[in-house]
Structures are given as C-alpha cells and as structure tokens.
C-alpha cells in the first residue's frame, strides 16, 4: 500500500502561484503513477495532471494546460504541482493519487491510493 500526503494549499489572489506537494510512503514509489484531482463544492471531482512513473510522461487538463507543472523526485517520494497564474475557478481541494498504470488515468478509478487533499483558494 501507498500512503499519500498533501500539503502546500491556501489562500492565494488571482494571478499568483502555488506549489502543492505530495509525500508517499512506500518502497515502491516509482512504480506508481501519480495525479493530481481537484473538487469544488457541488463539482464533481476532476483530474489536473499526471506524470508516470519514471517523469517522463506528462499530461494535463485543458483548462491548467501551460500554467500548472506536474513534477517528481523520487529519491524523495515525491511529487510536486507547480500553479501559476491561479484563477478563481482554480479553487477547490486538491487530491494526489497514485496509480499502478504506468501513466495513470484520467479518471479516479484509475488510482489505487489517494491522499486526504489540501485546501486551494483563489480569491479575485
């Protein structure tokens, strides 16, 4: 099993930056995939990014293509999610997950292990 946990949230104006970090225990940690999903009140929750196992393949979604930066060390189990020009609709809480696919998912049901998520909020 893969403990996950988040950290770096919080409150931030319209334009600035935000790095979320995720620590993973487990010997195994680059074996995993892992991902970032974020949940506003009322909102279904939605994937951000994902980095495979090894960091050498990224993808994002739409919306945070070319401002958000997923990253990982895994000499330190762990992964990193860079945010910058933050926009309101931005907020929400965010999620890491790890994956056994070896580019993770899209969807949550592709993560086995998830953190308990770290609180964004993005004021105008």
């Known amino acids: 099993q893969v403990r996950v946990v988040e950290s770096g949230g919080g409150l931030v104006q319209a334009g600035g930056s935000l790095r979320l970090s995720c620590a993973a225990s487990?010997?195994?940690?680059?074996?995993?995939?892992m991902g970032w999903f974020r949940q506003a009140p009322g909102v279904e929750r939605e994937f951000v990014p994902a980095i495979s196992g090894n960091g050498g393949y990224t993808y994002y979604a739409d919306p945070v293509k070319g401002r958000f930066t997923i990253s990982r060390d895994n000499a330190k189990n762990t992964v990193y999610l860079q945010m910058n020009s933050l926009k309101p609709e931005d907020t929400g809480v965010y999620y890491c997950?790890?994956?056994?696919?070896?580019?993770?998912?899209?969807?949550?049901?592709?993560?086995?292990?998830w953190g308990q998520g770290t609180q964004v909020t993005v004021s105008s």
């Open positions: 997950a790890a994956s056994k696919y070896y580019r993770g998912s899209y969807y949550p049901h592709g993560y086995d292990y």
């Open positions: 487990g010997r195994t940690f680059s074996s995993y995939a």
